[in-house]
C-alpha cells in the first residue's frame, strides 16, 4: 500500500453529507433557492455540443469580471470555486511552519488548505456575542505572521466587520498577505474591494456559488494586484473552469438587476423568518448573509435530528464553541420558511 504524506495522517476527511437530497428541503448548504440568472440559465439550455469537445476559454469570463469590478484583466484570476482559488493562495504564498491568523469559526477551507500546506493556523475566537473579533486578532498579529484571513460577512456567524476596523487590521498586518473573502457581500450591500488601493498585499475573493445561484458550476475567482495575480497563475491549473461555468458566469455577472431582485427577496424573507421565530419564542441572531443561526440551546441536536426526520435539513454548527447553542438555516422562499418555522414550532412544544 502506497503511503501518503505523514503530515496527512492527522487530517480526517471534509466530507459532503452522504446519501440522496432529492426530496428534502435544503436549508443547510447555503445555495440560492433563487437559482440562477435567467440569461445564464438560457445560455446552459443552448449550450453548444461543441464547446463540449473544445477546452475552456477564460478571456471574455475575466473581461467581464475585471469591468465590473473596475479593475485590469490582469489583475483576476478564475477557479474551480471559490475553494479552488483558496487552495492556489496557499500554494502560492505559504510555506511549511507559515502563521496564518483566521477568525474563529472561519469557512473551513481556509485553515483545511492552510494545515495542507503545513502552515500554523492562529486561531482567533469569536465571543459569545458573535461580533468580529478585532482585538484579539490584533493582539495576535505580529512579525511572524504571513497571512490574514477575513471572511466578511462571516460564515457561519453571519455578522459583519466595520470598515474602519478591517482597515486596522489591514494596517497592523501590512507586511503580511491579506485575503478577504467576500462571498456574502453582497447580501451585505457592502464591498471593501476599493481597499486594493490602500493596500497592495490585499487579495480578495468572489464566489458564483452564492447570489449568483451557480454552486453546482464551481466558479470563483481573485481580485488583485498584477504581481499577486501573476503568482497564482503560476500555480492555477490552466484548464480547471469548465466551459459551460465559463458561458454561464459571463451572462451571470453582467445580469446585475437580477442580482439585486434575489438580494431584495432574500432581505425580506429574512425578516420574515426573524419576525416567525419570534411568535414562538425563538431566538435568532441578525445576519448580513442569507442564513440565520437560531438558539435552540440545550436542544439544539434534538432539533437537528428532529428537523431531519422531517426531510427539513439545517446545518449543525453547535460544534464550535462560540455556536454551541445554534443551528445555522439558510433562507428559503416563503412557503420553504413556512414549512421550517412550522416544523420547529411543532418540534419546541414536545421539548
Given at each position: 500500500?502506497?503511503?501518503?504524506?505523514?503530515?496527512?495522517?492527522?487530517?480526517?476527511?471534509?466530507?459532503?453529507?452522504?446519501?440522496?437530497?432529492?426530496?428534502?428541503?435544503?436549508?443547510?448548504?447555503?445555495?440560492?433557492?433563487?437559482?440562477?440568472?435567467?440569461?445564464?440559465?438560457?445560455?446552459?439550455?443552448?449550450?453548444?455540443?461543441?464547446?463540449?469537445?473544445?477546452?475552456?476559454?477564460?478571456?471574455?469570463?475575466?473581461?467581464?469580471?475585471?469591468?465590473?469590478?473596475?479593475?485590469?484583466?490582469?489583475?483576476?484570476?478564475?477557479?474551480?470555486?471559490?475553494?479552488?482559488?483558496?487552495?492556489?493562495?496557499?500554494?502560492?504564498?505559504?510555506?511549511?511552519?507559515?502563521?496564518?491568523?483566521?477568525?474563529?469559526?472561519?469557512?473551513?477551507?481556509?485553515p483545511i488548505m492552510g494545515r495542507l500546506k503545513q502552515g500554523k493556523i492562529i486561531d482567533v475566537p469569536y465571543g459569545l456575542d458573535l461580533k468580529f473579533p478585532v482585538e484579539r486578532m490584533l493582539d495576535v498579529i505580529n512579525d511572524k505572521t504571513r497571512m490574514v484571513t477575513v471572511v466578511n460577512?462571516?460564515?457561519?456567524?453571519?455578522?459583519?466587520?466595520?470598515?474602519?476596523?478591517?482597515?486596522?487590521?489591514?494596517?497592523?498586518?501590512?507586511?503580511?498577505?491579506?485575503?478577504?473573502?467576500?462571498?456574502?457581500?453582497?447580501?451585505?450591500?457592502?464591498?471593501?474591494?476599493?481597499?486594493?488601493?490602500?493596500?497592495?498585499?490585499?487579495?480578495?475573493?468572489?464566489?458564483?456559488?452564492?447570489?449568483?445561484?451557480?454552486?453546482?458550476?464551481?466558479?470563483?475567482?481573485?481580485?488583485?494586484?498584477?504581481?499577486?495575480?501573476?503568482?497564482?497563475?503560476?500555480?492555477?491549473?490552466?484548464?480547471?473552469?469548465?466551459?459551460?461555468?465559463?458561458?454561464?458566469g459571463i451572462q451571470a455577472i453582467q445580469d446585475q438587476d437580477f442580482v439585486k431582485k434575489v438580494v431584495a427577496e432574500i432581505r425580506s424573507e429574512k425578516e420574515f423568518l426573524i419576525a416567525e421565530a419570534e411568535k414562538i419564542g425563538l431566538e435568532t441572531v441578525r445576519s448580513d448573509t442569507n442564513f440565520l443561526l437560531f438558539k435552540f440551546g440545550k436542544h439544539c441536536l434534538t432539533m437537528l435530528a428532529e428537523l431531519e426526520n422531517r426531510n427539513i435539513l439545517v446545518r449543525n454548527t453547535c460544534k464550535f464553541p462560540e455556536l454551541k447553542d445554534y443551528l445555522r438555516v439558510t433562507i428559503g422562499r416563503r412557503n420553504e420558511n413556512m414549512q421550517f418555522i412550522k416544523a420547529v414550532a411543532e418540534i419546541m412544544k414536545k421539548l
Open positions: 500500500m502506497v503511503k501518503a504524506r505523514k503530515h496527512l495522517d492527522a487530517f480526517a476527511p471534509y466530507l459532503l453529507p452522504s446519501g440522496t437530497w432529492k426530496g428534502k428541503l435544503r436549508l443547510n448548504m447555503n445555495e440560492s433557492h433563487w437559482h440562477c440568472s435567467p440569461k445564464a440559465l438560457e445560455v446552459i439550455r443552448n449550450f453548444d455540443p461543441a464547446d463540449l469537445s473544445n477546452y475552456p476559454q477564460y478571456g471574455e469570463l475575466v473581461e467581464k469580471i475585471a469591468v465590473h469590478h473596475g479593475v485590469g484583466t490582469d489583475q483576476v484570476v478564475a477557479g474551480n470555486g471559490a475553494d479552488d482559488v483558496i487552495t492556489l493562495i496557499m500554494e502560492a504564498f505559504i510555506e511549511p511552519g507559515d502563521e496564518i491568523v483566521a477568525q474563529c469559526p472561519t469557512y473551513p477551507m481556509f460577512p462571516a460564515n457561519p456567524a453571519g455578522t459583519s466587520i466595520s470598515r474602519q476596523d478591517l482597515i486596522r487590521i489591514f494596517e497592523k498586518a501590512k507586511n503580511s498577505i491579506l485575503i478577504l473573502d467576500e462571498a456574502y457581500s453582497q447580501y451585505a450591500g457592502i464591498t471593501h474591494i476599493d481597499l486594493l488601493s490602500k493596500f497592495p498585499n490585499l487579495i480578495v475573493i468572489y464566489s458564483f456559488a452564492k447570489v449568483y445561484g451557480m454552486a453546482g458550476l464551481r466558479l470563483g475567482y481573485a481580485v488583485s494586484h498584477r504581481q499577486n495575480i501573476e503568482a497564482l497563475q503560476k500555480v492555477v491549473l490552466p484548464l480547471a473552469v469548465n466551459s459551460l461555468a465559463v458561458k454561464a
